[in-house]
């Protein structure tokens, strides 16, 4: 069983223009169910596999929502914890390309308060985790020492730091917090631009290189339109580029790389990253591009199901 570990929060995404002359140009704010460690937790379950998330979640109306879209994706929720704290909530704004930018609302909310299990269940085989869970505390630390203690039992970890600025108050604090987890992260999922901004602006794979380094067994980089790629000790072993698809947005685009990447290493029961060859990796990052090329394909974060893929030439 994979677990996924972070927040789960409500976007609230631009949908059809306002009278301008009323409303200043602004557009209605549609609600859309997401959060990064919970679109990964999505993707992974909708493409088969065992797949628990533990979170905490409010017992508000987005709480309950929350909580039934995982049921209705075969996500199990006997790791989740509710609350009645509100929702977190993410407003969206769209950039000409469908980028998303994100203002977040965070204070008092559910997801940060999750509390430390104890040990998961023996079956868990892989771990990941990301985004603001790994930002806000008092969950932040608590994901921290899950992420340790998983490590050191020999689970494959995976973050994806999935660095949301504005809620960085110490970005060398953080800078600094993030390369003490990596000697425990198996596999290091990050797009280019998160990793110039962890790396203050330095190259992106030369930045991976470094984590490799420092005890990372493989980092993917997302590039955007330039697709995926690998970087292990032997160095860059893998590359596949983008599929090209009308994009509605990119909201959970590399939420479902994560998931995709997670579903085909538990698909082939791999625990051991080092036994992946170049031709393996490649196999991996094309699953994972044809997955996120369905969610973008799509409005807000809706990764595709085994039927999708097979279906999506």
């Known amino acids: 069983m994979i677990v ?9 995404v631009p949908g059809e223009p306002l009278d301008s002359t009323v409303d200043g140009g602004l557009r209605a704010l549609l609600p859309r169910l997401g959060g990064g460690p919970y679109n990964v937790a999505l993707a992974a379950a909708r493409l088969g596999v065992p797949t628990s998330f533990l979170s905490r979640v409010s017992t508000d109306r987005f709480g309950v929502a929350l909580t039934d879209r995982l049921s209705a994706s075969n996500v199990d929720t006997s790791l989740l914890q509710r609350g009645n704290e509100p929702t977190t909530l993410a ?13 977040f609302y965070v204070e008092g909310t559910a997801d940060r308060l999750v509390v430390d299990p104890g040990a998961l269940p023996e079956e868990t085989t892989a771990l990941s985790l990301g985004t603001l869970g790994m930002v806000l505390e008092p969950g932040a630390s608590a994901y921290e020492r899950i992420l340790r203690r998983e490590s050191a039992r020999g689970t494959l970890t995976v973050l994806d730091p999935n660095i949301r600025e504005a809620l960085i108050t110490d970005p060398a604090a953080y800078r600094a917090r ?16 998160d990793a110039a901004w962890l790396a203050e602006g330095a190259d ?35 590359h596949v580029p983008s599929r090209k698809v ?5 909201i959970g685009a590399g939420d479902t790389v994560q998931g ?6 538990h698909e082939r029961t791999v625990r051991d990253l080092a ?13 994972a591009a044809k997955a996120a090329s369905i969610t973008v394909s799509r409005s ?11 279906a999506t030439v």
């Open 4 to 12: 996924v570990g972070g927040e789960a929060l409500v976007d609230l």
């Open 91 to 103: 407003v969206v704004a769209l950039d000409e390309r469908g980028a998303a930018q994100y203002t």
């Open 178 to 193: 993030f390369a003490s987890w990596l000697p425990d992260v198996r596999l290091l999922k990050i797009s280019d631009d």
């Open 204 to 238: 992106p794979v030369a930045a991976a290189k470094t984590w490799v380094e420092s005890g990372v067994d493989a980092v993917v980089l997302t590039r955007g339109a330039d697709g995926l790629a690998v970087i292990t000790s032997a160095g860059e072993l893998a």
């Open 246 to 250: 009308a994009v509605a947005d990119t």
């Open 260 to 265: 995709a990447l997670l579903a085909w290493l």
């Open 275 to 287: 036994a992946l060859d170049a031709d393996a990796w490649t196999e991996a990052l094309a699953y």
């Open 300 to 310: 807000g974060a809706e990764p595709p199901t085994v039927a999708d893929m097979a």
